[in-house]
């Protein structure tokens, strides 16, 4: 059985599951770089610490790293600095490293010293979506082309991240697709009885429709622009509820109750054992990022699992794989009118609305943690 190094910054929920299942297929150690403080975890954009509910680091060997950092977290490159790494990693005497991330200076110092040593396997998610023209972006590219010659094979997560490591130097032959998941059959699980009293409780009806932003309520996501855009429906049996806590918290709630509208409801953070109800408590979900940085947008692949419409904006790095006509929708970042249209168009029949979630089912079971760690030991182990 091949021995792997992972390289990670923390425990998170979309992550954990894969190494419990990769260490069935793969003799695994994950190495956190963040330091053992990150399981109760000051969130910036949440504004808050955050534990998670469900176990992160069960089924899988592990070791955090000691962060020497004057100012740690994943927030700045000179936020995670490991001293020890590399000695800690040789002793593990793994096969292959794959790393989650370059941008700190840990990741990378990994990355240039174990190249050409053994292989350097990488995973990340970033697109070409929020890229502008000009001298900035060339020094960039220069950069990343740089940054991509220390990774032998990438992993990568869907359509949008596959064109970003092209154009950065990576080859066909050195790209795998092991497609961006979470856990599928924990928010598929009916938590019907849940979700109908959340629904009770904000005096939603059951005949009425309830569009759902769940997430950090912060300028890259744009939920202002979803507000404006609901204001416009003026339709008494569709509401609207922001689940989440940010920067953006007491504006949006200002000017929700200057305008009074009765139908838009709030609430804080949710962890995850509650998102599930959350999610099949709404009709329609939707994502109105304007970026930079919405990657790919895995609240999306939720949000199918639990059997509901998407509509997302063209910024969102999961837009081209995962969501169609029979799925949901897209809407061209930051055009009020163009969103609104198609919230008009996906709320009009309830009936449809629910079909189309249940083909929005279907097509995220070939999005899953299996199917990710299948392609990643199958590549590792050939």
């Known amino acids: 059985m091949k021995k792997i190094a992972i390289i990670a910054t923390h425990p998170i929920q979309y992550y954990a599951p894969v190494f419990k299942l990769l260490s069935k297929k793969i003799q695994v150690k994950v190495f956190y770089t963040s330091g053992d403080q990150v399981m109760n975890k000051y969130d910036h ?24 950092a004057t100012d740690k977290g994943t927030h700045h490159f000179k936020g995670i600095i490991n001293p020890n790494a590399i000695a800690q990693i040789k002793t593990f005497k793994p096969d292959a490293v794959l790393v989650y991330g370059w941008a700190n200076k840990s990741h990378l110092k990994i990355m240039r010293h174990f190249k050409g040593k053994i292989p350097v396997y990488f995973r990340g998610d970033s697109t070409l979506l929020d890229q502008q023209p000009g ?14 010659k220390h990774v032998d094979t990438a992993f990568y997560v869907g359509s949008a991240n596959k064109a970003y490591f092209k154009k950065y130097g990576l080859k066909e032959k050195q790209l795998v697709f092991a497609p961006h998941a979470i856990d599928n059959a924990r928010f598929a699980i009916s938590r019907k009885a849940e979700a109908d009293q959340l629904r009770k409780e904000l005096n939603i009806h059951e005949e009425d429709i309830l569009i759902l932003f769940a997430g950090k309520l912060e300028p890259k ?25 940010g920067v953006l918290e007491k504006q949006l709630k200002l000017k929700v109750e200057n305008d009074q509208l009765g139908n838009v409801h709030f609430m804080s953070f949710q962890n995850q054992t509650q998102m599930p109800v959350v999610y099949q408590a709404c009709d329609l ?29 063209d910024k969102v790095g999961c837009a081209i794989d995962l969501v169609t006509k029979d799925t949901g929708a897209i809407f061209k970042s930051g055009d009020l009118t163009d969103l609104s249209q198609k919230l008009i168009a996906l709320t009009k029949d309830k009936v449809i609305l629910k079909n189309n979630g249940q083909n ?5 079971q070939n999005w899953s943690f299996e199917q990710q760690v299948s392609a990643i030991s199958k590549y590792v182990n050939r």
């Open 45 to 68: 954009g949440f504004k808050q610490n955050i534990t998670w509910d469900i176990p992160l680091t069960d089924g899988y060997d592990h070791e955090f790293l000691e962060n020497v």
């Open 135 to 148: 001298f900035k972006n060339i020094i960039r590219s220069i950069f990343l082309r740089w940054v991509y």
């Open 221 to 245: 996501k744009n939920p202002e622009l979803l507000l404006a855009a609901f204001k416009q429906i003026n339709a008494p049996h569709i509401h609207l509820l922001f689940v989440g806590n």
């Open 285 to 313: 979900f939707c994502l109105p990022s304007k970026g930079p940085g919405e990657t790919w947008g895995l609240a999306v692949n939720e949000a199918m699992a639990a059997g509901k419409v998407a509509l997302v904006s």
């Open 360 to 364: 929005a089912f279907k097509a995220i």
